[in-house]
């Protein structure tokens, strides 16, 4: 075999590498140019989310895209190993199915949050879906989605960080039992499951989900092309501790409070409606007995109550959480 010529190569710095990027890097970060899904030019600061949006041809801004009218949490119907838990020792967590009576549950999520949307009064509405990779998260999109028409399914993301908190693979019935009841001795929050997860792995996965979530709405990136409708609904599909844990990281709720909260039924939603002044608030549409139910407490009601009004950067320096950990407040004449 002959031997391959010894072809010296270039310094690095002087190479030419063929790319397909859309993204043209150059002198300096905010001079790469990228043209947005929306048609319009976007200059970055490194990455997308972080740039600004000017109109083509002008140095004028454009207005960032409309947040979403809604998001709407959504547990799985029933599932088999909700009906029976030894279903876990022979078949695999996410592929565990649904029953009959699940995918009716679903299937009449899917018209509520229909009947929901459809009283804004709004022609044209969408919504768009993000969905756990497990069998009957899947099943339940799947039974739900027969509520809408294509046009109106601006599109949908299967999103791993947001499938079921792992138990460790195959499970045995009855040491998972002894396990959790161990987990109520330990903390719901911080007890680890052998092989598994604990709520507080979950809550680290749930925050990078967060942070996509958040961009997406940012870029406005479930937008149709030309299009910038404020009447969005985004659809989580997802798991209850999941869910919850969700809404302890996007509201910042203590671990305290999030033991205190109770699951949600198989085919339940909570909902998270866009507020006066643009941030999400539960209490929206829903009413201050169904939270309570839910497992909201005094101080947890109170900041909904200011999510509501709040525009989106604001701080909520009268902080009730602050309030009642600090005890010496109490000498300062401070209402707790």
Same mark, same amino acid.
């Given at each position: !075999?002959?031997?391959?010529?010894?072809?010296?190569?270039?310094?690095?710095?002087?190479?030419?590498?063929?790319?397909?990027?859309?993204?043209?890097? +150059?002198?300096?970060?905010?001079?790469?140019?990228?043209?947005?899904?929306?048609?319009?030019?976007?200059? *970055?600061?490194?990455?997308?989310?972080?740039?600004?949006?000017? $109109?083509?041809?002008?140095? =004028?801004?454009?207005?960032?895209?409309?947040?979403?009218?809604?998001?709407?949490?959504?547990?799985?119907?029933?599932?088999?190993?909700?009906?029976?838990? =030894?279903?876990?020792?022979?078949?695999?967590?996410?592929?565990?199915?649904?029953?009959?009576?699940?995918?009716?549950?679903?299937?009449?999520?899917?018209?509520?949050?229909? @009947?929901?949307?459809?009283?804004?009064?709004?022609?044209?509405?969408?919504?768009?879906?993000?969905?756990?990779?497990?069998?009957?998260?899947?099943?339940?999109?799947?039974?739900?989605?027969?509520?809408? @028409?294509?046009?109106?399914?601006?599109?949908? $993301?299967?999103?791993?960080? %947001? $499938? @079921?908190?792992?138990?460790?693979?195959?499970?045995?019935?009855?040491?998972?039992?002894?396990?959790?009841?161990?987990?109520?001795?330990?903390?719901?929050?911080?007890?680890?499951?052998?092989?598994?997860?604990?709520?507080?792995?979950?809550?680290?996965? %749930?925050?990078?989900?967060?942070?996509?979530?958040?961009?997406?709405?940012?870029?406005? $990136?479930?937008?149709?092309?030309?299009?910038?409708?404020?009447?969005?609904?985004?659809? %989580?599909?997802?798991?209850?501790?999941?869910?919850?844990?969700?809404? !302890?990281?996007?509201?910042?709720?203590?671990?305290?409070?999030?033991?205190?909260?109770?699951? !949600?039924?198989?085919?339940?939603?909570?909902?998270?409606?866009?507020?006066?002044?643009?941030?999400?608030?539960?209490?929206? +549409?829903? *009413?201050?007995? @169904?939270?309570?139910?839910?497992?909201?407490?005094?101080?947890?009601?109170?900041?909904?109550?200011?999510?509501?009004?709040?525009?989106?950067?604001?701080?909520?320096?009268?902080?009730?959480?602050?309030? *009642?950990?600090?005890?010496?407040?109490?000498?300062?004449?401070?209402?707790?």
């Amino acid at each position: !075999m002959a031997a391959l010529a010894s072809t010296p190569f270039p310094p690095f710095s002087q190479r030419k590498l063929r790319t397909f990027n859309p993204v043209q890097c +150059h002198g300096t970060p905010k001079e790469a140019l990228e043209m947005s899904s929306n048609g319009h030019i976007k200059i *970055s600061t490194g990455f997308p989310e972080k740039g600004y949006l000017t $109109r083509p041809g002008t140095s =004028s801004p454009v207005p960032p895209p409309p947040r979403p009218r809604r998001i709407i949490l959504v547990r799985h119907g029933q599932s088999e190993g909700n009906v029976d838990e =030894s279903v876990y020792t022979r078949v695999a967590d996410p592929k565990i199915d649904l029953t009959e009576k699940g995918k009716a549950e679903a299937e009449k999520c899917g018209w509520r949050i229909r @009947e929901m949307i459809e009283k804004d009064g709004a022609d044209d509405w969408k919504v768009y879906f993000y969905v756990s990779p497990y069998k009957r998260t899947l099943e339940t999109l799947r039974h739900l989605g027969r509520a809408f @028409e294509r046009s109106s399914i601006s599109g949908m $993301r299967e999103e791993p960080r %947001i $499938r @079921e908190q792992d138990f460790g693979n195959f499970q045995d019935r009855e040491k998972m039992r002894a396990d959790k009841a161990l987990r109520l001795r330990y903390g719901r929050f911080f007890y680890r499951f052998p092989n598994g997860e604990s709520a507080a792995d979950v809550y680290d996965r %749930i925050t990078g989900f967060r942070e996509t979530l958040k961009a997406d709405i940012d870029i406005g $990136r479930f937008q149709p092309p030309g299009e910038r409708s404020p009447n969005m609904n985004l659809i %989580i599909v997802s798991h209850g501790l999941a869910l919850r844990v969700f809404l !302890m990281r996007w509201y910042k709720w203590t671990v305290e409070q999030f033991e205190g909260l109770n699951n !949600m039924g198989n085919g339940n939603t909570i909902v998270m409606q866009k507020g006066y002044g643009g941030r999400y608030s539960l209490l929206m +549409h829903h *009413s201050e007995e @169904e939270l309570r139910e839910f497992g909201l407490t005094d101080e947890m009601l109170i900041d909904q109550e200011w999510q509501k009004t709040a525009r989106i950067g604001e701080f909520n320096y009268d902080c009730p959480v602050v309030n *009642s950990f600090f005890t010496h407040f109490e000498d300062e004449g401070c209402i707790t």
